[in-house]
């Protein structure tokens, strides 16, 4: 059985990590990886489960090494999805749920090392306000920092129809919710559910016999 990649977007505040985190808990059994970034580690993140932070000659070589399944400079900083733990997720035949900026969306929607269907999930903030409210709330980022981000989001709203689905994240647990019923919808996709339902096809085909001649 092959796992599906569902792709989530937005601009940087957009909610996609708490999103992620909130379907993940809907959904114990999907897979998740942990990207690798450039970006210094903020207080209160910790190595192998924000990202592993790692350095931009480490990422250079990762990317030489064919490494990542895509990978992006988002606001300055490099970001990746590792291959070898997308892989491990898919060959145990689970979904994959991961968290890149609109570059890497697009590049994964592309790729032609997957198998699995690729669904993605754009997050749209309610407005322009409401995303700078929340990316000044978070308090992450110094001035620059988010004067970068805040303009980049421009751009990136505008690529919404490259996507699958668009979410509005106004209200954090309706949003995970829509989530997570794309996720469950395209598991009983029928090419996702022919293998699972060989055995139900077989005991009509053994009982066949029963009805001959009539
Ligand atoms: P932050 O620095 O706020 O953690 O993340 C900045 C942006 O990079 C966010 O939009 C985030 O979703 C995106 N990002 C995180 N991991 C990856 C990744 O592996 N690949 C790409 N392309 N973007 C990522």
Redesign the pocket.
């Known amino acids: 059985m092959k796992g599906n990649l569902i792709i989530i ?4 505040g957009g909610g ?2 708490t999103l992620i985190k909130e379907v993940r808990g809907m959904l114990p059994d999907l897979g998740y990886s942990c ?3 450039t ?1 210094p580690k903020r207080f209160g993140e910790e190595e192998g489960r ?2 592993f932070f790692i350095s931009h000659d480490e990422f250079e070589q990762r990317i030489e090494a064919c490494d990542f399944l ?3 400079n ?2 300055g ?1 490099l ?3 590792s291959l070898a733990e997308s892989r491990k997720v898919f060959s145990a035949g689970r979904d994959l749920i ?4 609109v ?2 969306a697009l590049q994964m929607m592309a790729k032609p090392e997957l198998d699995g269907a690729r669904i993605s999930i754009f997050i749209l903030p309610p407005s322009f306000e409401v995303l700078r409210a929340r990316l000044t709330a978070r308090n ?1 980022e110094d001035e620059a920092g988010l004067r970068t981000r805040l303009k980049n989001s421009f751009d990136e709203v505008m690529k919404y129809p490259s996507f699958d689905y668009v979410i509005v994240n106004e209200d954090l647990s309706t949003a995970a919710r829509q989530i997570a019923s794309i996720i469950c919808a395209e598991r009983q996709s029928t090419d996702r559910q022919t293998s699972a339902i060989q055995g139900i096809l077989d005991s009509f085909d053994a009982s066949r016999h029963l009805f001959e001649g009539d």
């Open positions: 977007s937005s601009p940087s996609k990590g990207s690798h970034t970006r924000e990202y895509e990978y992006a988002v606001h900083n970001y990746g999805t991961v968290e890149v900026d570059q890497g992450t």
